[in-house]
């Protein structure tokens, strides 16, 4: 997924699909959060003019891991419908699934050769158990970014953003979401864009509410280009 798609997908649109206590949004601390970043006068701009994020929680577990890989350098729209493609090929996306379905058939839902050798990767490594998602879950930030960067085709970013949204981290900053990058220079008024080593600088200001930040500042920035976000596939939502 390319950083622009991580923003497309921050508004929670499908609010058909919820749970029985309602739809569960990223982070975990989101309220409290809020409340704590709220007194300032860029977040609380941002509240009154674009209202409080509600950003769907993704389950935490290998097809939400797998859609990121399909994220990565194209569309949210367009990730989606290559998921729903493969789900309805498997009727299950599951490591054991995935891994019967040859590189023809990869082709035709419109994986990348490349796509088709991480999200096997990915498979294989939680089929042979040396990646645990109940662990995953269980693990401090930065052991879990680290865990998850060791695998082939996950890169800091889609880390950043399987942190923030399946596992509702509330102090992960990824900075180099382009969405990101533009919202924040906005709301500064530091230019067009930042790039990531500043903006990692900037984040450091927000301690310990960095995703609640983070979700204020693609508020902004969907909310200023009147846009949303499709629809993801309902397996992916928490």
């Not at 029985?20 to 409290?32: H, I, M, N, T, Y």
């Not at 796509?115 to 040396?130: D, F, H, P, Q």
């Not at 180099?176 to 220079?185: E, I, M, R, T, Y």
Request: glycine content about 10%.
């Amino acid at each position: 997924m390319t950083a622009v798609s991580s923003i497309r997908r921050t508004r929670n649109c499908g609010a058909d699909i919820v749970g029985l206590d309602g739809p569960v949004f990223a982070p975990q601390g989101l309220e409290e959060g809020l409340a704590a970043l709220g007194g300032e006068p860029v977040f609380a701009a941002i509240l009154e003019r674009a209202g409080a994020p509600r950003f769907r929680r993704r389950r935490n577990g290998f097809e939400t891991l797998l859609h990121i890989i399909l994220e990565q350098q194209v569309s949210i729209d367009a990730a989606a419908a290559m998921f729903r493609r493969l789900h309805g090929l498997l009727g299950e996306v599951t490591p054991a699934s995935f891994l019967t379905v040859d590189e023809p058939n990869l082709r035709a839902c419109g994986f990348s050769r490349q796509k088709a050798a991480y999200g096997r990767g990915l498979a294989e490594a939680v089929t042979t158990g040396s990646l645990d998602f109940a662990r995953l879950a269980a693990t401090p930030d930065d052991d879990a970014l680290a865990a998850l960067v060791a695998l082939k085709g996950i890169g800091r970013w889609s880390a950043e953003i399987y942190l923030i949204f399946a596992l509702g981290r509330d102090d992960v900053w990824p900075a180099a979401d382009l969405g990101l990058q533009f919202g924040v220079a906005a709301e500064l008024r530091l230019g067009d864009r930042l790039g990531e080593r500043e903006l990692r600088e900037i984040g450091e200001r927000w301690r310990p509410w960095r995703t609640v930040a983070a979700c204020l500042f693609w508020q902004s920035y969907l909310h200023a280009r009147n846009r949303t976000a499709p629809v993801l596939p309902a397996e992916l939502y928490a």
